[in-house]
């Protein structure tokens, strides 16, 4: 929990977006002295209150009250005019296109697509993709890139922890981001995958992972606890009846975030045979 009183988060978040506070009070339909109160600490908003004013400045319920989330975190870094995790498509990309090119439109499901770079690549390539992230900063980066990149996109707001595929995919793509889901339910979230796999279709994910001789540095060391490294081959364990293509462990140097350190990450693309359905 971060050290900010909800008045404090509510100026601060205010200020940032460049809103005076009779603009904010004026959004949500109530008296600027309200809305001074709030700040000021000497009033708190209605519970009815908190999700309107949550929309208003852009963030969650949660942050008003002074807890971190995964959603603030990088709706924070999505603000800027810049793409955070810059522009080129991860390599993982390249793979996918040698397993399975691009000779008819693939329904690919790109999964935490945060601003979009992948998502937008593989549909320049011919596939037909849907991508979705927790973040609303980053999807409507997203729909801008694909807007100048003039491709379309399915881009939509969700949380992998409840979502459920609305159909089979030729492609499920997963970069970066599975290191949010606690051990307990990654089994339950692969087969769940799987099971909207298409016959023959492939799946490409890749998880960081745990090691005792990496020293475990996030860009953002505040939400340590929100992230839940992998362990070594587990993901390979998930699918271990379907056909390996690529089947690695890596360390690498990173520099996200303005630190140098390392991660150990295991990638895998598994393909869903005829015979294994």
């Avoid at 955070?84 to 399975?100: A, E, F, S, V």
């Avoid at 549909?123 to 927790?134: L, P, Q, R």
């Avoid at 997203?142 to 807007?147: D, G, P």
Wanted: with cysteine; net charge negative.
């Amino acid at each position: 929990m971060e050290h900010l009183k909800t008045g404090e988060v509510i100026s601060k978040r205010r200020k940032e977006l460049g809103l005076t506070q009779n603009q904010l009070a004026q959004s949500l339909n109530i008296s600027f002295q309200a809305v001074s109160k709030w700040e000021n600490n000497s009033a708190y908003p209605d519970i009815e209150m908190l999700p309107k004013l949550a929309a208003a400045l852009h963030t969650t319920v949660d942050a008003l009250l002074g807890y971190r989330s995964v959603v603030t975190d990088y709706d924070r870094r999505y603000e800027t005019e810049e793409y955070y995790w810059g522009l080129l498509p991860n390599r993982i990309c390249y793979d996918i296109m040698k397993i399975l090119p691009p000779i008819k439109p693939y329904r690919v499901l790109d999964i935490g697509c945060g601003e979009g770079k992948d998502a937008v690549f593989l549909a320049k390539c011919g596939y037909a993709v849907t991508a979705f992230d927790i973040s609303e900063q980053g999807i409507e980066k997203a729909k801008r890139l694909a807007e100048h990149n003039k491709v379309g996109v399915r881009f939509f707001k969700a949380d992998i922890s409840d979502y459920d595929p609305d159909m089979e995919y030729d492609i499920i793509f997963c970069s970066g981001m599975l290191h949010f889901i606690p051990r307990p339910g990654r089994k339950e979230l692969c087969e769940r995958l799987k099971a909207h796999t298409a016959e023959n279709g492939i799946n490409a994910l890749n998880v960081f992972v745990r090691k005792p001789f990496i020293t475990r540095s996030w860009d953002n060391p505040e939400n340590e606890k929100l992230r839940h490294p992998w362990y070594s081959g587990e993901l390979f364990g998930y699918y271990h009846e379907w056909l390996f293509h690529i089947c690695r462990e890596e360390v690498f140097d990173c520099n996200s975030g303005g630190v140098p350190h390392k991660h150990c990450m295991d990638t895998l693309i598994g393909q869903k045979t005829m015979h294994l359905s």
